[in-house]
């Protein structure tokens, strides 16, 4: 079985080199091996004998360029290199690659520039500290003026490697050649458009350092949970599978509920109820047909359908109406020690109010699914939540306040538990932007809670399989579409 992917943030990376130059590979020879990697990407980019242009910085990240450079000149293809700053100000181990170096060395404003095929950018990598300005800023827009492909080194010029920001300007890259492992801008947006397609180059650093040094960050991907999968055995019975309640809005507010019951239910719930308002019941039971139907009088209601302990994961918010009457099922639920999916006006009606979910969610599996606007209101006055630069570090902190498995959503959707562990999600689609997709991502998250899985790996596994079911179906998707796709996913998954 595939280990997750690590990814690892700057300083991660650092420790790893470090780690892998301790136990006796010297510094010159991880940069060799990445410069060499380069190289390869380019071979395989542009035939021998065509003009490229090497952009190297000033600091390690310069140094695999100019490695790049050496090679691919030796290879015969025609390298034109250009340094930001002068040659005596490089450092470390860049200072041996530029040795190798016999060429002559441009300047970065160099007209020559425009004159490449091909750009290899090896301005800054996981260095880079503060905006560009100043000449480096002048570097990137001239690489990007000339409409060239350009080939990033570790990652584009610009962008911060720890949150995907670009830091002024950013070189748009077609492709990335990284090195041991991704990092989070590789995921991340901005980051993840300017990177174009990322290839991670293996330089010698083990696995065994890798997750040493990780510090429990991952690409969303199969690989983490697919284990935790349930999978019906040769005696199941429904009862065995779990049975999701979903609240349902009032009876113009109907839909939402019915997107996540039938999630549920398609993920592999055994069985799934929606729990109506007395109101909603006949507009609720003239479309439902394998989901069941009770009626649910508000917090009073709730609390009278958990006593029966066979409902054991519940979606709350979706089209529930933003006011206390909210809250207080919230509250019914938390009691209840039930899995839990709160999503939508679960949460905005607790807007400013998140002091009264702080650490609320450690008894039972709890995943918060808020997209960013909800986000914001719901940690209103939480500048230690809300203001970190990071997406992931914004969702690891909401997640350890509150002690539930915080899912925020995007084209580049966090999930983050309370331990730690962190995924970003990459496998969707625009056409996940339509009315309701959130609705059916609960139900597909309750519906695994409700099979057993723990809340990372059900926020996880729902959060891709949902993106899958969108991507595989693709133009022309709506809400209804979704759990409709997903068997075929979990026909791949479960093969
Ligand atoms: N370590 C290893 O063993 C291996 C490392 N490898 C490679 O090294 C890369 C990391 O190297 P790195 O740490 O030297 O950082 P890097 O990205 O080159 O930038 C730092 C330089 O930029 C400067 N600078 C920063 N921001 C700036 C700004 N806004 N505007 C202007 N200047 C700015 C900063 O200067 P200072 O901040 O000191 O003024 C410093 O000089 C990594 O991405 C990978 O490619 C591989 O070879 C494998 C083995
Ligand atoms: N551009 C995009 N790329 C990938 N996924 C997206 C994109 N836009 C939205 N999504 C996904 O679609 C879902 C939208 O959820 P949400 O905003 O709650 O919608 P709704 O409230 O209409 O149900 C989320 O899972 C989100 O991650
Ligand atoms: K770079």
Not at 215 to 234: D, E, S, T, Y
Not at 374 to 384: A, I, S, V
Not at 437 to 451: F, H, K, R, V
């Amino acid at each position: 079985m595939p280990a997750p992917e690590i990814i690892l943030t700057a300083s991660e990376m650092r420790r790893a080199d470090a780690a892998t130059i301790a136990a006796g590979t010297p510094g010159i020879d991880l940069m060799r091996r990445a410069g060499r990697a380069v190289a390869e990407a380019v071979q395989a980019m542009s035939p021998k004998g065509s003009r490229i242009a090497v952009v190297s910085g000033p600091g390690q990240n310069g140094g695999d360029g100019f490695v790049a450079a050496t090679l691919l000149a030796e290879q015969g293809y025609r390298v034109s290199l250009f340094l930001l700053g002068s040659r005596k100000r490089l450092t470390g181990d860049a200072i041996e690659a530029a040795k190798g170096w016999a060429g002559k060395i441009g300047s970065v404003d160099d007209a020559a520039l425009d004159e490449a095929d091909l750009i290899v950018d090896a301005l800054f990598g996981t260095g880079l500290t503060r905006d560009l300005e100043g000449m480096a800023r002048l570097a990137v827009d001239r690489m990007n003026g000339t409409g060239k492909p350009i080939l990033a080194v570790d990652l584009p010029s610009g962008i911060d490697s720890d949150t995907g920001e670009v830091r002024g300007v950013a070189v748009k890259a077609v492709r990335t050649v990284t090195f041991a492992a991704r990092k989070p801008c590789h995921l991340l947006l901005p980051g993840r458009a300017y990177s174009g397609a990322v290839e991670v180059a293996d330089i010698g650093i083990l696995r065994e350092t890798l997750e040493a040094e990780s510090g429990g960050l991952f690409a969303n991907g199969p690989a983490l949970w697919r284990h935790a999968l349930p999978k019906p055995g040769l005696s199941s019975h429904k009862y065995e599978r779990g049975h999701t309640l979903v609240a349902s809005g009032g009876a113009t507010r109907t839909g939402a509920a019915r997107l996540a019951a039938r999630a549920a239910l398609r993920i592999g719930s055994g069985l799934v109820t929606v729990a109506s308002p007395p109101e909603a019941l006949g507009v609720n039971a003239a479309q439902l047909t394998a989901v069941m139907l009770r009626g649910c009088d508000g917090p009073e209601g709730l609390h009278a359908i958990l006593q029966d302990p066979r409902f054991n994961a519940l979606v709350l918010g979706p089209a529930l109406g933003v006011h206390a009457a909210t809250r207080a099922m919230v509250s019914v639920a938390v009691h209840a020690r039930r899995s839990l999916v709160l999503d939508a006006d679960a949460l905005t009606s607790f807007e400013g109010l998140a002091s009264e979910l702080h650490g609320a969610f450690r008894h039972a599996p709890t995943v918060l699914t808020p997209h960013g606007g909800e986000f914001n209101r719901l940690f209103k006055g939480h500048p230690d939540i809300l203001d970190p630069e990071s997406k992931i570090e914004r969702t690891r902190r909401a997640a350890a306040y509150t002690g539930a498995v915080v899912l925020l959503k995007g084209a580049d959707t966090v999930i983050a538990a309370p331990d730690g562990r962190a995924a970003i999600n990459e496998n969707g689609t625009p056409y996940l932007a339509t009315a309701g997709s959130g609705d059916t991502l609960c139900g597909l998250i309750a519906g695994l809670m409700a099979q057993g899985l723990p809340a990372f790996e059900a926020a996880c596994a729902g959060a891709w399989i949902h993106a899958e079911a969108g991507a595989q179906f693709g133009p022309g998707l709506i809400s209804e579409d979704l759990a409709e796709q997903v068997p075929a996913v979990l026909r791949e998954l479960l093969r």
